[in-house]
């Protein structure tokens, strides 16, 4: 490393204790497949595929062509009032994955700001039919929807609400979150108890009346508050409630979506379809910033009224289906549909399952969780020092060849679908032997 690479004090690092890492920093400096390579010439296994974004692993050769080829032939277009040819293939491929009857696609940089881009879109949908009164958003506990100011509006973690509560949108509720320890732990895949949580919605549907409401916004998966995975009918029976009332349902597949619980969607895994689905991340194997929403035919059309020279939507980004991002979708989409890796994402599902759950006598364990490619393992904290314990296996892991993801007291694993089976065997047994170690 250079000088300057030395220097830490200058990056704010985001959602870190900056401090602390700057007196004890976990570097990478590179990537090849399924793991990350450190600056002293280790590797240490990605076990949350980046930040959930990287299930084809690093490097790909296919992805990092596209790339080059882009940047020497269109490094840039604005998308405003101008098109170029791979932001309307992507669209087409993207809308292809998603289920039946969501075909229009709006691109931006990052899933917060997808997550704004659909609470906007279902605003204006309802103002468009002459329902200006529908203004306000349902989002549930413990939710995360990134930090844009719709965002922690509808987000339901308590840390990213504190301080910039202040802010958030004026007309919003939230339903209860579904986790419920004394019904569902240790549970394998979709708890069985919990489907009723939904009714919830029609009591605030009885508060505030339909007409004011315009969307509920869920992650099938709730996957940044550490995996809390949707019981059995929940989804269904939110579906079903929206549709009776007329409010719109989203779905932030930023998490779920491309592949990660073994469909395109979690849509299609539960068969839930919602009106909205949100997707970043995985859509570009995390190569390049892109986040966007993919909403039903008759939203879109909702909006394409009124004399055929206006702008119907007044909204979108700079880099809104940047060139670049284009291209490393595409190649992204190509790899995972000629690897069939979706359908080796539900393959694994299993393995990760079993494997995780061997976990349950290990010291500290107080409960698993699982939903396809992703799992929790939730640690007892420390007397009064909530996170501290899962900040050792961290640390610990990385001394053992692991890069997990901890938040609070719960570790997350979601491996990329190009792991073998021997490398999730070997994830689980190195996690094993770290929980032994700590205190
Ligand atoms: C469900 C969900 N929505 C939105 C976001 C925000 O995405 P970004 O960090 O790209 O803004 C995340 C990020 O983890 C997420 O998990």
Redesign the pocket.
């Known amino acids: 490393m250079n000088a300057n690479t030395n220097d830490l004090s200058a990056f704010w690092m985001p959602f870190t204790a900056n401090r602390y890492f700057k007196r004890h920093p976990t570097l990478v400096s590179g990537g090849q497949g399924a793991y990350f390579l450190t600056p002293d010439g280790r590797r240490l296994y990605d076990c949350l595929s980046g930040?959930?974004c990287t299930p084809l692993g690093h490097c790909r050769p296919e992805i990092v062509a596209a790339v080059r080829a882009q940047v020497g032939e269109l490094d840039f277009a604005p998308t405003f009032q101008v098109g170029h040819p791979k932001v309307f293939e992507f669209a087409s491929r993207v809308a292809r994955w998603a289920p039946q009857g969501l075909n229009h696609v709006f691109f931006t940089n990052?899933?917060?700001e997808a997550?704004d881009s659909a609470l906007k879109i279902a605003v204006a949908y309802h103002h468009a039919r002459g329902e200006a009164g529908r203004v306000r958003i349902i989002g549930r506990e413990r939710a995360?929807?990134?930090?844009g100011i719709g965002?922690i509006s509808a987000g339901g973690i308590a840390a990213n609400r504190r301080v910039f509560g202040a802010l958030s949108a004026p007309f919003v509720d939230h339903l209860p979150h579904t986790y419920e320890p004394s019904q569902m732990r240790f549970s394998r895949g979709q708890p069985a108890w919990g489907a009723h949580l939904a009714d919830n919605l029609e009591r605030l549907v009885a508060l505030h009346d339909a007409s004011t409401i315009a969307a509920v916004i869920v992650?099938p998966m709730q996957?940044?508050t550490g995996v809390i995975v949707p019981p059995v009918g929940y989804l269904e029976r939110l579906r079903e409630i929206c549709t009776r009332h007329g409010i719109l349902l989203i779905f932030?597949e930023?998490?779920t979506g491309f592949g990660r619980v073994g469909a395109n969607f979690a849509a299609q895994r539960v068969g839930v379809t919602p009106d909205i689905i949100v997707f970043?991340?995985a859509a570009t194997n995390g190569v390049i910033p892109l986040?966007g929403t993919i909403v039903r035919e008759s939203i879109y059309d909702a909006l394409m009224r009124g004399p055929e020279q206006t702008i119907e939507l007044f909204h979108g980004y700079t880099y809104s289906g940047h060139p670049i991002a284009c291209a490393a979708g595409l190649a992204t989409i190509d790899v995972m549909e000629k690897e069939g890796l979706v359908a080796r994402s539900a393959q694994l599902a299993p393995l990760l399952e079993q494997a995780v759950h061997s976990l349950r006598e290990e010291p500290h364990v107080i409960d698993i969780r699982n939903f396809g490619m992703a799992a929790a393992v939730e640690l007892a904290a420390r007397d009064g020092q909530p996170g501290a314990r899962a900040r050792e296996v961290f640390e610990r892991g990385v001394e053992a060849g692991l890069l997990l993801r901890f938040t609070a007291d719960t570790i997350a694993v979601a491996p990329p679908f190009i792991s073998s089976e021997e490398e999730i065997h070997h994830m689980v047994e190195t996690l094993r032997g770290v929980l032994r170690k700590v205190s």
């Open positions: 930040l959930w990052s899933g917060s997550v995360y929807h990134g930090v965002g992650e996957g940044s932030d930023v998490i970043a991340k986040g």
